[in-house]
């Protein structure tokens, strides 16, 4: 039953993820179509999308990308949503339901470092980051030369930052 609660709110994505059709792959590459954007998820954009009740959290984020999404998070976001204690449990537990990327460095970072860490070494143009503190953003846009998404929650609802614009 909690388990439901959770996905109501952010969707558990491995398991409900649609296998491409056939060709779709060069499609994408032929045509210039972008596949589907990756969300890193800090803990602050998890949490605030919890505690102002923005279900589905994937489908809002679709709807102002205008396009199809994949929400993941890492480990050290989860041991850093670990620390603020029972006023983050539901949060954790939301966090939990995401994928996971994968952060390649074996002692547990900051989330922001282990963020940054991925979008320097991935395509950062099909990244966007969710957080909700603007400096990191701003760092998130520095890190991939203006390319990658950055979205933040504010007053219930979710605001996008297009790749090469600074956070205000």
């Known amino acids: ?65 205008g396009g199809s999404v994949k929400l993941f998070t890492t480990r050290c976001v989860l041991a850093e949503l670990k620390r603020p204690g029972k006023s983050y449990d539901e949060s954790l537990e939301a966090a939990k339901l995401l994928m996971m990327a994968r952060c390649d460095h074996e002692k547990i970072k900051s989330a922001a470092g282990c963020i940054l860490e991925i979008i320097r070494e991935k395509i950062p143009d099909h990244f966007f980051v969710g957080s909700q503190e603007t400096d990191m953003l701003k760092k998130f846009h520095e890190a991939s030369s203006g390319l990658v998404h950055t979205i933040l929650v504010q007053k219930r609802h979710i605001r996008a930052e297009a790749p090469g614009h600074s956070c205000r």
């Open 1 to 65: 039953m909690m388990q439901k609660k959770y996905n109501d709110r952010i969707k558990l994505q491995s398991e409900e993820a649609e296998a491409a059709p056939p060709g779709s792959e060069i499609l994408h590459s032929m045509f210039w179509v972008p596949a589907a954007l990756q969300g890193l998820m800090r803990g602050t954009f998890v949490h605030h999308v919890i505690v102002d009740n923005i279900a589905p959290a994937d489908t809002a984020i679709s709807n102002i990308l």
